[in-house]
């Protein structure tokens, strides 16, 4: 079974874009943002992937993921199947220490939303933290991609 582990965090300031070794221009929808299950659809500048999700651990650090790359044409096609808000965003790639970042600076909906994640080996594998890492957000459901797709980020009070 693939696990996935990773680690969420708040960003603080934009700084993290001078670090960044390369980004890319990420839209994704879902097709099904059950909280059991979640099933995606992503197109990576000129790539496409499928993407099925299970529920979370407790601390929201590890769950089940299956990932295939799909026809960027049939991508586009399932894009239009998907719920509600489509997810846009720009990811950045930063490397620390041994490890690398994926932050995500939203767009559209959820704008002024910043986001970093850290894939881990192990749940409890430590890590350098740079400066521009803010407050811990792992397994908080409202920033989910599957959520912000439903509550945008622009109706947060």
């Known amino acids: ?20 070794f390369q980004k890319k221009q ?16 992503r197109i990576i500048e000129d790539k496409a992937f499928l993407t099925i999700k299970g529920k979370s651990n407790n601390a929201g650090t590890i769950r089940f993921e299956w990932e295939k ?5 049939e991508a586009e ?13 720009c990811r950045y790639y930063i490397k620390e220490g041994n490890r690398v970042f994926e932050v995500d600076e939203f767009f559209g909906a959820n704008s002024g939303l910043i986001i970093a994640e850290i894939e881990l080996t192990t749940e409890d594998e430590s890590f350098s933290k740079p400066s521009w890492l803010g407050k811990e957000v792992t397994g908080e459901l409202k920033y989910y991609n599957s959520s912000l797709s439903k509550s945008p980020f622009c109706f947060w009070a």
């Not at 790359?69 to 044409?73: A, M």
């Open 77 to 89: 096609k399932l894009m239009l199947l998907t719920e509600k808000t489509a997810i846009e965003k």
């Open 26 to 41: 990420i839209k994704q929808g879902f097709l099904n943002s059950d909280k059991e299950r979640t099933v995606r659809v």
């Open 1 to 20: 079974m693939n696990l996935e582990i990773e680690r969420k965090f708040l960003v603080k300031n934009d700084s993290f874009k001078s670090k960044a």
């Open 69 to 73: 790359e799909i026809p960027l044409l």
